[in-house]
């Protein structure tokens, strides 16, 4: 595709649902980040795959929190017994690099409202 | 943790005049990129600007990197009222295994018509 998808674009679950969230990468980037924003805040970092390598999750803020990227190119983010705390705006990022080495490409984020 | 932390929050000025942001981070890195973000979703790429670098341009932006101060600056030249967005760097760990690029809180700016 032309640019990072995300989806859905917004999520509204009740507590203790489990929820999954969609990220397509650019066709050919091996990095992909999932970072969390909450309202007016700085972005806080999940997890990072790279290519073959073992992912990154020491950002993760808990257990109920897992990702993976299959076949190297979609990735989901899932979150299990939700919390209202877990409200927030989850990010996706794609790069043809390691992490820092050039432009990270987002998505338009999930929303996700746990009420 | 987050590597970089941007100065001020917040910056409020007229259009026409130019706006400067700082970015201070905590331990070596390889790069360090400058964000813009309009209305709190996707992030979209401004600059990039290697540690061998000093200071880069592009179009209205300038970007100065100072490895000694471990310090950053984007200069938005000429603010235009779509500038209006919040600007974040971020940084790559050099170093050991765990590269992954950290996100400031970001500097709100606000460009009055």
């Known amino acids: 595709g032309a640019g990072v998808s995300q989806s859905p674009s917004n999520k509204v679950t009740e507590k203790g649902k489990d929820v999954e969230l969609r990220c397509d990468p650019i066709s050919g980037h091996t990095a992909l980040y999932w970072y969390r924003q909450s309202l007016g805040q700085g972005l806080e970092f999940l997890i990072y795959?790279?290519?073959?390598?073992?992912?990154?999750k020491s950002g993760l803020p808990s257990d109920r929190f897992s990702a993976e990227r299959t076949g190297g190119s979609v990735s989901t983010l899932t979150i299990q017994r939700t919390q209202q705390e877990d409200s927030a705006v989850y990010l996706c990022a794609s790069s043809f690099q390691s992490a820092g080495w050039a432009e990270a490409f987002f998505g338009q984020g999930t929303r996700l409202t746990v009420v | 943790s987050q590597q970089g932390e941007e100065d001020p929050q917040a910056l409020s000025i007229q259009e026409g005049e130019n706006a400067t942001m700082n970015c201070s981070y905590k331990t070596s890195i390889n790069n360090l990129q400058w964000y813009r973000q309009n209305s709190g979703r996707g992030l979209v790429h401004l600059i990039l600007?290697?540690?061998?670098?000093r200071e880069k341009h592009s179009g209205r932006l300038r970007v100065t990197l100072d490895t000694s101060k471990k310090s950053s600056s984007l200069l938005i030249t000429a603010s235009r009222a779509a500038d209006t967005a919040s600007y974040f760097c971020?940084?790559?760990?050099?170093?050991?295994?765990?590269?992954?690029?950290?996100f400031g809180k970001g500097t709100l700016l606000t460009v009055n018509p």
């Open positions: 971020a940084t790559d760990l050099s170093g050991g295994s765990n590269y992954k690029l950290t």
């Open positions: 600007i290697r540690s061998n670098e």
């Open positions: 795959f790279q290519g073959n390598s073992a992912p990154d």
